[in-house]
């Protein structure tokens, strides 16, 4: 009986995943107007820095607010390799992120020995810091005018294929899809592994884990060198998607935006990060809200997700899923 | 002479100027079960944290298996084989009593995240073997039929075994349990009682702190007995029980023992 149950709702896992995968796909087809496609995309990027910030905050329970830092970062340095080195991009992307994992991971040592509201102190100066630098080092970033007409990613040659371009917006879409797809994967085999019960055990009980083994301090900087290295991938898929960059792609808001994404989809779950995304970047887009109106709507969602939904929409949707289960038993 | 498996020697902790262990000294052989007696406030658990490298000592040595840890990370300790459980009973309360297990045996398994994300086939031989490790303790501890429940979610007596059931997960050499009985009705303390000989038979030392003296009687052939920080006496249970320090200690203590 137990495993029939736990076939099925496999089974059932299965057959959704397949079904969204089979949805994003498709969209754009579904969506053919350039703003809208532009909109989904952006999202998708947005989707990209969640996830990052979920290894962090979800799983290892350290709650940052400079992952927006990274995010600028990767922007910055992967745009600077490309316009000012000559670099192809297909190295710049990966010298940005691992240039914010570095760095990620120099910042982490100090402030990760500070705890809670602390360290979220230690990690706002950071932010503020990286912020100023790239408002004030004018010779490098151009200071707060940024930097703009950022082409999108070189073409991939396949040796007798011929290439992949990245001019149009479906393909644009695409890689981003495709680095959300990996993003996940990644998630799901380090969380399923000895690596990831130690972030879990870490968040849980920082003395329970160190009395069967765990070095949190190592786990909890493994986590933020993850989530910063990540981040920097979505900033860098920013630069071009936009095409213009300015400092405050580094700054707090991203860092809250990030974050409010994240309490709104569910913290620590897979899929929560998406969803809060979609439902506070996308909706809004579509329900035509004044854009003045978008903190204030932010505000009232978070406030209402906390008191209602302490775990995110995703923890929502699934004592909803309990609830229906033991109302109709089995299934 | 038999070696000792852990020493302490003239182990020494002060919390803003005040001593809460002072020069204790003691050993611990390789399949002893000793019992770590004392009124509230003698010092049990500092010493049990000073050991675990939770505290740091403030003087003193600890050796175990002729090498010294003085100072150790608790992570590190553990590693090594000294592995305590919790007086507030402490487990991840929200996963399974599985994930918990799983996560006990985090100590003696290497692998890494490259290795999970290869899916290398020694990520997956640990991962087998943690599994079967899971597996052999729930089931010698009497939780296998629990092993879907989340932690928080099993009776208090439950929790108290899969506490102990964590500590093995971690295999350690020595495991030291801080008032394991407490709170127990006779018949959970009985059975506990008879689950730590049977942890005592898969050769592994245990260190116990405990208050019930019905217990430390039957199950310890030596025990410390710790008064404001100090040793103040050790032996066997008829031993101490008639040391007038000890007596003391325990103010009209005839009606304890």
Redesign the interface.
């Known amino acids: 009986m137990?495993l029939s149950t736990n076939k099925k709702s496999k089974f059932i896992e299965r057959g959704l995943w397949a079904g969204i995968t089979v949805l994003l796909l498709a969209v754009p087809w579904m969506i053919t107007e350039r703003y809208y496609a532009y909109v989904i995309a952006l999202s998708g990027i947005w989707t990209i820095l969640v996830l990052s910030l979920n290894i962090l905050v979800g799983y290892t329970g350290q709650v940052s607010l400079c992952h927006g830092s990274f995010f600028g970062i990767g922007a910055y340095t992967s745009t600077l390799l490309v316009l000012k080195a000559g670099w192809s991009y297909w190295l710049a992307l990966p010298v940005a992120a691992l240039l914010a994992g570095a760095i990620g991971c120099l910042i982490g040592i100090p402030a990760l020995r500070s705890k809670g509201s602390y360290f979220a102190i230690c990690t706002l100066g950071f932010g503020m810091i990286v912020t100023i630098i790239l408002d004030n080092w004018i010779s490098l970033t151009g200071g707060s005018n940024g930097i703009s007409s950022i082409p999108p990613p070189d073409p991939i040659v396949l040796p007798s294929l011929g290439e992949i371009t990245f001019q149009s917006q479906e393909s644009q879409y695409y890689l981003i899809l495709v680095t959300i797809y990996f993003l996940l994967f990644?998630t799901r085999?380090?969380m399923?592994?000895?690596?990831?019960?130690?972030f879990?055990?870490v968040r849980?009980?920082e003395?329970?884990?160190?009395?069967?083994?765990?070095?949190?301090m190592r786990y909890k900087l493994?986590a933020f060198t993850?989530g910063a290295f990540f981040a920097g991938v979505a900033g860098s898929f920013y630069s071009w998607l936009v095409g213009v960059i300015t400092p405050a792609v580094s700054s707090l808001y991203v860092s809250f935006e990030a974050l409010i994404f994240l309490v709104v989809g569910g913290v620590g779950t897979l899929v929560g990060p998406i969803l809060g995304t979609f439902l506070l970047t996308v909706a809004p887009e579509y329900l035509q809200v004044i854009p003045e109106y978008r903190m204030v709507i932010y505000g009232v969602l978070l406030f209402l997700t906390i008191v209602f939904m302490p775990h995110g929409v995703m923890g929502g949707i699934r004592s909803l899923a309990a609830r229906w289960r033991k109302k109709f038993g089995g299934g | 002479m038999k070696l000792a498996l852990l020493r302490v020697e003239g182990l020494t902790k002060h919390f803003h100027g005040l001593a809460a262990v002072q020069e204790v000294d003691f050993f611990i052989h390789s399949g002893e079960i000793v019992g770590l007696i004392g009124p509230n406030g003698a010092g049990k658990t500092t010493v049990f944290n000073l050991i675990?490298?939770?505290f740091k000592p403030t003087r003193g040595k600890i050796v175990f298996r002729d090498e010294e840890i003085t100072g150790l990370?608790?992570?590190?300790v553990?590693?090594k084989g000294i592995?305590?459980?919790?007086q507030d009973t402490?487990?991840?309360?929200?996963?399974t009593l599985w994930?918990n297990l799983?996560?006990?045996?985090?100590?003696?398994?290497n692998?890494?995240?490259v290795?999970?994300?290869l899916?290398t086939s020694s990520?997956v031989r640990?991962?087998r073997a943690?599994q079967k490790k899971a597996a052999d303790i729930l089931e010698f501890m009497g939780l296998l039929p629990m092993k879907?429940e989340r932690a928080k979610n099993i009776p208090q007596y439950a929790r108290r075994k899969l506490a102990i059931a964590?500590?093995l997960?971690?295999e350690p050499l020595i495991l030291l349990l801080d008032e394991p009985f407490s709170g127990l009705n006779p018949q959970e303390a009985e059975e506990i009682m008879s689950l730590i000989l049977k942890i005592w038979e898969r050769r592994i030392t245990v260190l116990l702190i405990e208050h019930n003296m019905k217990v430390v009687k039957n199950l310890c052939k030596r025990i410390i007995v710790l008064n404001f920080g100090r040793k103040i006496a050790e032996g066997s249970f008829q031993e101490i029980s008639r040391e007038p320090h000890v007596i003391e200690a325990y103010l009209g203590g005839e009606g304890v023992f």
């Not at chain 1, 399923?192 to 130690?198: H, I, K, L, N, P």
């Not at chain 1, 003395?207 to 949190?216: C, F, K, M, N, T």
């Not at chain 2, 990370?73 to 590190?76: D, I, L």
């Not at chain 2, 799983?102 to 398994?109: D, E, F, S, V, Y």
């Open positions: 137990q990644f085999r380090v399923d592994s000895r690596t990831g019960r130690a879990l055990a849980r009980d003395a329970l884990a160190e009395s069967i083994g765990v070095d949190p493994l993850m | 675990a490298g939770f990370f608790s992570h590190e553990a590693r592995v305590r459980t919790f402490r487990i991840f309360g929200e996963e994930q799983r996560t006990g045996c985090h100590g003696w398994l692998s890494g995240w290795q999970a994300l899916q990520f640990e991962e943690s879907e964590l500590a997960a971690a």
